[in-house]
């Protein structure tokens, strides 16, 4: 088959056994420099760093035009996020005097607010119902806030977080890893960047020209990831507006740095000085270990955002952590049985 033909196999949901356990709305319990510390040493926080490193690790190499399989659930988290863009395109923004912050944004996420449910309820599988309430709340919270019209790396983080209760519950499979960041999140930072540009929101947290990027984070991880080993770019092709423009189709990180440069103005070394900085590293595979030691270290945990980790049952352990070290890493282990996929040595 052809790079970039999709596989959609039959359909799964049946073979997704009952939910055994309860599910509780989750609530937030990161709000200050010791919660961090407890978050840090939980099995939750493992799981989450897990998922992510699984993740980095099921795309290295891969163009976004790489062929995958296409679940059912795969395509039912691609159409609530087609939903969520159609609600952007009827709800325009008003006029107003602030130039920023546009206060249609607040409809929009009411709209989002009164049916999360509903769009959740159509991924979720019936014998899973009871998750429902518990899962949208990620949804919800992966957007931006509503009250400051802002969105950063915390909400970013919910996203993900969203996505691996779905792993957690059984939703999402080990074989759905590559379309989880390729279809699935791919879609997601579209979306977001609609948001961003139609109602002028505010970066959240950002750390301005000393940060890595105002909004995201993951798609550097995971698009430094795709380039390594590639034949001919190197990272200091990313600052390469000509190498940029042929390339940003097939990798996630050059699609963020083209967003980057229609998005603001001026020396790209002036306005994103850490990422000019990056484009001196000699490989990808040293930019991809040293993003995640800088995720885990500082992105989205000390950020404002931070609170938006909530504690639900796929984060249970959280409340149990233990004050001792932090646990090792380990990669998230998927539900059903299924082989675990490594994500390499513990960093």
Same mark, same amino acid.
């Given at each position: 088959m052809a790079e970039g033909e999709r596989q959609s196999?039959? @359909?799964?949901?049946?073979?997704?056994?009952? /939910? $055994?356990?309860?599910?509780?709305?989750?609530k937030k319990e990161i709000h200050t420099v010791p919660d961090m510390g407890k978050w840090k040493r939980s099995q939750a926080y493992a799981d989450y760093i897990g998922f992510i490193l699984t993740l980095n690790e099921g795309v290295k190499g891969k163009k976004l035009t790489f062929e995958y399989k296409v679940s059912e659930a795969i395509e039912k988290l691609v159409a609530l996020l087609n939903t969520l863009d159609r609600w952007i395109d009827e709800i325009p923004p008003v006029d107003q005097p602030s130039r920023f912050g546009n206060?249609?944004?607040?409809?929009?996420?009411?709209?989002? @607010?009164?049916?999360?449910?509903?769009?959740? /309820? $159509?991924?979720?599988?019936?014998?899973l119902a009871a998750a429902v309430p518990e899962v949208a709340v990620y949804l919800k919270e992966s957007v931006g806030n509503s009250t400051r019209i802002d969105y950063g790396t915390g909400h970013e983080a919910a996203f993900a977080a969203f996505l691996c209760c779905l792993c957690k519950i059984g939703v999402l499979r080990v074989d759905d890893q590559i379309a989880i960041v390729f279809k699935v999140f791919n879609r997601y930072?579209?979306?977001?960047?609609?948001?961003q540009k139609t109602y002028r929101m505010e970066p959240a947290g950002s750390q301005g020209v000393w940060g890595l990027?105002?909004?995201q984070f993951l798609p550097f991880i995971w698009g430094s990831s795709q380039l390594i080993d590639h034949p001919f770019l190197e990272p200091r092709h990313f600052v390469d507006e000509k190498a940029v423009n042929e390339n940003h189709k097939d990798y996630m990180f050059l699609e963020c740095i083209l967003f980057i440069t229609e998005m603001k103005t001026g020396p790209f070394a002036e306005h994103s000085n850490q990422l000019w900085n990056i484009s001196a590293v000699p490989s990808w595979s040293k930019v991809n270990q040293g993003l995640i030691r800088m995720y885990k270290a500082e992105t989205p945990w000390t950020m404002e955002p931070r609170s938006l980790f909530l504690t639900g049952n796929p984060w249970s352990s959280f409340q149990r952590a233990t004050?001792?070290?932090?646990?090792?890493?380990?990669?998230?282990?998927?539900?059903?049985?299924?082989?675990?996929?490594?994500?390499g040595p513990p960093l």
């Amino acid at each position: 088959m052809a790079e970039g033909e999709r596989q959609s196999p039959p @359909d799964s949901s049946e073979d997704i056994p009952p /939910a $055994t356990q309860n599910f509780i709305i989750p609530k937030k319990e990161i709000h200050t420099v010791p919660d961090m510390g407890k978050w840090k040493r939980s099995q939750a926080y493992a799981d989450y760093i897990g998922f992510i490193l699984t993740l980095n690790e099921g795309v290295k190499g891969k163009k976004l035009t790489f062929e995958y399989k296409v679940s059912e659930a795969i395509e039912k988290l691609v159409a609530l996020l087609n939903t969520l863009d159609r609600w952007i395109d009827e709800i325009p923004p008003v006029d107003q005097p602030s130039r920023f912050g546009n206060k249609a944004y607040r409809t929009w996420y009411a709209k989002l @607010d009164e049916e999360a449910e509903n769009l959740v /309820a $159509t991924v979720v599988p019936t014998c899973l119902a009871a998750a429902v309430p518990e899962v949208a709340v990620y949804l919800k919270e992966s957007v931006g806030n509503s009250t400051r019209i802002d969105y950063g790396t915390g909400h970013e983080a919910a996203f993900a977080a969203f996505l691996c209760c779905l792993c957690k519950i059984g939703v999402l499979r080990v074989d759905d890893q590559i379309a989880i960041v390729f279809k699935v999140f791919n879609r997601y930072l579209e979306v977001m960047r609609k948001l961003q540009k139609t109602y002028r929101m505010e970066p959240a947290g950002s750390q301005g020209v000393w940060g890595l990027d105002d909004f995201q984070f993951l798609p550097f991880i995971w698009g430094s990831s795709q380039l390594i080993d590639h034949p001919f770019l190197e990272p200091r092709h990313f600052v390469d507006e000509k190498a940029v423009n042929e390339n940003h189709k097939d990798y996630m990180f050059l699609e963020c740095i083209l967003f980057i440069t229609e998005m603001k103005t001026g020396p790209f070394a002036e306005h994103s000085n850490q990422l000019w900085n990056i484009s001196a590293v000699p490989s990808w595979s040293k930019v991809n270990q040293g993003l995640i030691r800088m995720y885990k270290a500082e992105t989205p945990w000390t950020m404002e955002p931070r609170s938006l980790f909530l504690t639900g049952n796929p984060w249970s352990s959280f409340q149990r952590a233990t004050e001792a070290s932090s646990l090792p890493l380990r990669v998230l282990t998927w539900p059903l049985d299924l082989p675990c996929p490594r994500a390499g040595p513990p960093l």
